[in-house]
């Protein structure tokens, strides 16, 4: 059974401490990891797509990493609007596409 | 593009009741995909079309619930009769191609009293 699992699944930080979040996943035949931000009353925010294994993609503060079983979402000197719950989802790889199965998240708060 | 457009943002009924939610589509998306979200299940895909065809409805919970997409800019999710264990945030989201992002209304939440 396809499935994903977020850790930690809250974290709080002091602006400026980095850290990172992880996704780990399993899925028969992976054809997309994908990082989706989400702030509190509001609908899933597109972050980030990956497709292969050693793949790298960065946006501001945040970069996203995969490898095989996992994927990690780097936080770099973060900032209180970085707030917000963080989810990954995967997609498997079969003909006519699949739905995206999404973990449950990891809440992030950063304090000034 | 104003995004993917959800009604009613907020729905508060009586168990029993018909709760119709409704939901357009970024105008050119040949993808439309309904979600549930509740913080014991996290975010769950209840049903999604291709080409306002339904291709796979396995995630919806029951005969109580059932989706159209009439046209291709427009979608409604009803739940009838709602019970209280319905109530959670009903998100509609869309994409271009099965294999591309997914961009997410606002989302609808639901109390069944």
């Known amino acids: 059974e396809d499935q994903v699992t977020q850790s930690p699944e809250a974290l709080r930080l002091q602006e400026g401490e980095s850290s990172s979040l992880n996704c780990s996943y399993t899925?028969?035949?992976?054809?997309?990891l994908f990082w989706y931000r989400q702030d509190p009353g509001k609908g899933p925010e597109f972050l980030f797509t990956l497709y292969s294994a050693g793949e790298e993609k960065e946006k501001e503060r945040l970069k996203a990493t995969l490898t095989k079983k996992e994927s990690f979402l780097h936080i770099t000197a973060p900032k209180p609007e970085d707030s917000a719950t963080y989810l990954c989802a995967v997609q498997a790889s079969q003909e006519g596409g699949t739905a995206l199965i999404f973990g449950k998240g990891t809440t992030l708060s950063v304090s000034s | 593009d104003a995004g993917v457009i959800q009604s009613p943002r907020h729905e508060v009924t009586e168990m029993g009741q018909e709760v119709t939610l409704r939901c357009k589509p970024i105008?050119?998306?040949?993808?439309l995909f309904w979600y549930r979200q509740t913080m014991m299940r996290g975010l769950e895909l209840l049903i999604y079309?291709?080409?306002?065809?339904?291709?796979?409805d396995s995630g919806m919970p029951e005969d109580r619930f059932s989706a159209k997409m009439p046209n291709a800019s427009f979608s409604t999710l009803k739940i009838q009769p709602s019970e209280p264990r319905d109530s959670a945030v009903y998100f509609c989201a869309s994409s271009f191609g099965t294999y591309n992002e997914q961009f997410f209304g606002p989302g609808t939440r639901l109390t069944v009293l």
């Open positions: 079309f291709n080409n306002n065809v339904p291709i796979d």
């Open positions: 899925v028969s035949g992976l054809r997309g």
């Open positions: 105008s050119g998306h040949d993808y």
